[in-house]
């Protein structure tokens, strides 16, 4: 089968998440989507259907946490809202996928030219 960034893309993503579950993984690239100047509520990820039931997020939410990707934080205006962002460890991870993206394309540009 011959090479290409994809395929050496899709095969270098296992380590990067290292054992993430697919659902965690889709709730970090949900928090990622967000647009910067709108802070993402929790309640907002709760929402994403296509993640499973809230208890389901939630419990994953509360992982993510532990595990130190997410930061909650309370809304200054609602002390009843909580905020979600990423930690810097979540963030290592996206550029790190990043990374590994640049280098499949600058291999497989490389097979093009020997």
Known sequence: MPYTSYRCFIRGQPK????????????????????????????????????????????SLTRLKKMHLLIFTNDEGDGRVKLISLAPKAILIFKSLGKLMTSCINHQQLKRVT
């Open 16 to 59: 990067i998440w290292a054992g993430l579950p697919n659902r965690e993984q889709h709730i970090l690239e949900a928090v990622l989507k967000n647009p910067s100047n709108n802070r993402q509520k929790v309640q907002d990820i709760l929402r994403l259907k296509e993640l499973g039931s809230q208890a389901t997020i939630h419990a």
